[in-house]
């Protein structure tokens, strides 16, 4: 599964984005999803994840009531909406796949990778 993650961009700080994650058009609906970033200097954390029926999701403290996360099983396509952005969560973000594990946020059981787009939120 190759998947592409765009929607990146630079935006000022209590903005919005909205990334996008497909794999052209390849069937999501048996797969978890999850969103994942990377800022500058610091190790990889979860953002958010989603169960492949939607049923489930997780979010990190940071973000939770800022950040939704979800699917749509017809279009395939998986999108994190990120509202009040700080600048803090300037990052590389990528998306993320696994047919199935026991953890949401645990990277380790994701076994397909986006390239990640770059979010700047500027002060």
């Known amino acids: 599964v190759q998947l592409q993650a765009s929607g990146g961009g630079l935006v000022q700080a209590g903005g919005s984005l909205r990334l996008s994650c497909g794999a052209s058009?390849?069937?999501?609906?048996?797969?978890?999803m999850a969103w994942f970033r990377r800022a500058s200097g610091k190790e990889r954390e979860p953002v958010a994840a989603?169960?492949?029926?939607?049923?489930?999701?997780y979010y990190a403290d940071s973000v939770k009531g800022r950040f939704t996360i979800s699917r749509d099983n017809i279009e395939h396509m998986v999108y994190l909406q990120m509202n009040s952005l700080k600048p803090e969560d300037t990052a590389v973000y990528y998306c993320?796949?696994?047919?199935?594990?026991?953890?949401?946020?645990?990277?380790?059981?994701?076994?397909?990778w986006g390239q990640g787009t770059l979010v700047t939120v500027s002060s």
């Open positions: 993320a796949a696994r047919r199935d594990g026991t953890d949401l946020a645990d990277g380790r059981q994701y076994d397909y």
């Open positions: 058009g390849r069937s999501l609906v048996t797969y978890d």
């Open positions: 989603i169960n492949y029926s939607g049923a489930t999701s």
